[in-house]
């Protein structure tokens, strides 16, 4: 079956360095790629999206490009701030039974910026 | 609009009671999702319901679990005879029809004691 596995956490880091959280994936054919984010006390939000082999996603200056010959989506920053301290969840989506989507997840990981 | 919502945002209470989470997706989406997220682990997929058609059921865990959706509107996820491992927080997600994007409600913290 689908399986994602990402970096375990917690990462720490200071103001402004950069960061990267690993993601492989294992599925057949092609499956869509995401990174969801989940801020304190808040719900799950998108923050990127790959659809095909070589696609970047990229948002909020976060990047991660889809690399079907490693099988990974790994997440990238150049300068990460207080405010990006979250949880980042590493997922993919392949149709499955007509229009499911179904999303399976990586476990998370616990990104900490300090000052 | 309005975004997913979900209530009670917070539920404790004793094993072997009954539960009821509700779920409002966003208005036009026709595609709805329940997740589980037990703590330290990923999202696991429970049920997904599209339009009138049958329900992909093949995440819950056990007989315990149901849910209903009525029409392209509200979803209530039932939990039976609850138990200690049933504690988690329950998620609720929405998207387009024939569309890989799916967008998250805030979730219900359940807590059984």
Known sequence: ???VTQMEGPVTLSEEAFLTINCTYTATGY???FWYV???GEGLQLLLKATKADDKGSNKGFEATYRKETTS???EKGSVQ????AVYFCALSKRSGGSNYKLTFGKGTLLTVNP | GAGVSQSPSNKVTE?????ELRCDPISGHTALYWY????G???EFLIYFQGNSAPDKSGLPSDRFSAERTGESVSTLTIQRTQQEDSAVYLCASSQYVTDTQYFGPGTRLTVL
């Open chain 1, 1 to 3: 079956g689908n399986s």
């Open chain 1, 31 to 33: 499956p869509s790629l």
């Open chain 1, 38 to 40: 989940q801020y304190p």
């Open chain 1, 73 to 75: 989506f790994h997440l």
């Open chain 1, 82 to 85: 207080v405010s990006d301290s």
């Open chain 2, 15 to 19: 094993k072997g009671k009954d539960v």
């Open chain 2, 36 to 39: 589980r997220q037990r703590l």
């Open chain 2, 41 to 43: 682990q990923g999202l």
